[in-house]
């Protein structure tokens, strides 16, 4: 897979500035699905493999130029593995600070003293007439008995990785993208796909 544009399949600034430092020293112009008009692509899938896949090979073929889909979302142990697959559709309105309440009072009410979670992603590079490749990474943690810190986004104020005494929210990007989900899920896909592609 050789490409000079990719299309990240998502509406979502946050994950867009994340990837965006990801890729930063590679000679590829990440453009977003807002930049070039592109519709959100409804997440009618059961797993974040499903989800990403659709979201990569529709806008694909929608704009003619290789895209990436990625899905990922927080899997709390003692709600059976929610939100999962919902977890953008968890919040309300799209409004992460109440979607962190509602889960804090969830696990609150299952009187448990699990507190474990992780965070998993799945990306999915798709060609435009082509076959497509999948990566996944997965970050393993526990949830923070209250929201703490403001960097990231999303969950990441409630989640504490394995090995560390803070959550996401207080680390700095770099510190997050080297240990993350989705950091992890991009060292697979840069080792593949963009490893001739680095800047000497």
């Given at each position: 897979m050789k490409f000079a544009k990719l299309v990240v399949a998502s509406h979502n600034q946050g994950k867009i500035k994340e990837i965006k430092q990801m890729l930063a020293p590679y000679q590829v112009d990440v453009v977003s699905a807002d930049d070039l008009k592109l519709p959100d692509v409804e997440e009618t899938g059961k797993t974040f493999e499903e989800n990403a896949r659709l979201k990569a090979e529709t806008l694909a073929k929608m704009s003619g130029f290789y895209c990436l889909g990625d899905d990922s979302g927080l899997c709390v142990n003692c709600l059976d593995g929610k939100p999962g697959v919902y977890s953008a559709r968890y919040a309300p309105n799209r409004d992460f600070d109440k979607a962190m309440d509602m889960l804090l009072d969830e696990i609150k009410a299952t009187g448990s003293k699990d507190r474990s979670a992780y965070f998993?992603?799945?990306?999915?590079?798709?060609?435009?007439?082509?076959?497509?490749?999948?990566?996944?990474?997965?970050?393993?943690?526990?949830?923070?008995?209250?929201?703490?810190?403001?960097?990231?986004?999303?969950?990441?104020?409630?989640?504490?990785?394995?090995?560390y005494s803070k959550s996401f929210a207080n680390f700095t990007n770099e510190e997050k993208n080297a240990i993350s989900h989705r950091g992890r899920a991009f060292q697979k896909m840069i080792a593949e796909i963009f490893k001739e592609k680095k800047k000497s």
């Amino acid at each position: 897979m050789k490409f000079a544009k990719l299309v990240v399949a998502s509406h979502n600034q946050g994950k867009i500035k994340e990837i965006k430092q990801m890729l930063a020293p590679y000679q590829v112009d990440v453009v977003s699905a807002d930049d070039l008009k592109l519709p959100d692509v409804e997440e009618t899938g059961k797993t974040f493999e499903e989800n990403a896949r659709l979201k990569a090979e529709t806008l694909a073929k929608m704009s003619g130029f290789y895209c990436l889909g990625d899905d990922s979302g927080l899997c709390v142990n003692c709600l059976d593995g929610k939100p999962g697959v919902y977890s953008a559709r968890y919040a309300p309105n799209r409004d992460f600070d109440k979607a962190m309440d509602m889960l804090l009072d969830e696990i609150k009410a299952t009187g448990s003293k699990d507190r474990s979670a992780y965070f998993s992603c799945v990306l999915a590079v798709a060609k435009p007439n082509g076959r497509t490749k999948v990566f996944e990474g997965r970050v393993n943690g526990s949830i923070a008995e209250k929201k703490s810190g403001s960097n990231g986004f999303g969950y990441d104020p409630i989640f504490i990785p394995e090995g560390y005494s803070k959550s996401f929210a207080n680390f700095t990007n770099e510190e997050k993208n080297a240990i993350s989900h989705r950091g992890r899920a991009f060292q697979k896909m840069i080792a593949e796909i963009f490893k001739e592609k680095k800047k000497s």
